[in-house]
């Protein structure tokens, strides 16, 4: 694991921004996870400052997202679909053929999970996976327990979740009890894995996730296991790391090949 520590979230997200800008120039026709919540936006503002500014083209780009709330039709103002088309599809020249995300009004759950899965699989697999991280330790929305093997499919949203969640949403009632997620093992077969998270309310969650012990209590300590993960954060995420200051040496020392 990578961990990289910026001085504030603007920094940490344009970090995020440029290390998928870096792999959509290498490669036009790049296969990017994408998350939704708070903690990706300023990485869409910039990803969209880049295409307006800078000519990063999507066009040949496909995305593959997270998750999305059963029950809610992309059309709903929470629905994930609408918070990507809002905060980035909208504002880059991605195709709209080539985006998918989980289908909350799916009427076959499990066959919709096993077409999404064969579909990321049919794409090559995902180049780049974004993630944020739940105050649980949750990725995409794997909560804890869930199978460190699991694959795209319906999961149970903890109360403690659909509460972080509920700001969203008109009344804390309407937030769906369930969704549609890729799983862990999905996210582990992305080539590579950029976890952002900003803020102290995620600092005990990145604490654990780093220095803690590979745990499916703590679903975003599994990422532990995979070869080529970078973690970026604010400071206030960093705040309960013990060794920070190795991170920050170690950033700061990396050699110039390196660097991104
Ligand atoms: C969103 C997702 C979730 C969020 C996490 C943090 O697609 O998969 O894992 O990344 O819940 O949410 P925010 O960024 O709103 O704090």
Redesign the pocket.
Known sequence: MEIVIESNSERAGVLAARLIARLVREKPDAVLGL??????LGVYRELVRMHREEHLDFSRVTTF???EYVGLSGAHPAS?RRFMEENLFSQINVAPQNVFIPDGMASDVPGFCREYEDRIRAHGGIDVQL?????DG????NEPSSSLASRTRIKTLTPK?RQ??ARFFASPEEVPHHVI?MGVGTILDARQVVLLA?GA??ARAVREAVEGPVTAMVPASVLQMHPSVKVLLDSQAASELERSDYYRWVYENKPDWQRF
């Open positions: 998350a939704t919540g708070s903690t990706p997202n997270l998750d994930y993630l944020g991280i739940g105050g949750h990725i995409g929305f979740t972080d969640n997620t900003l309310g995620k």
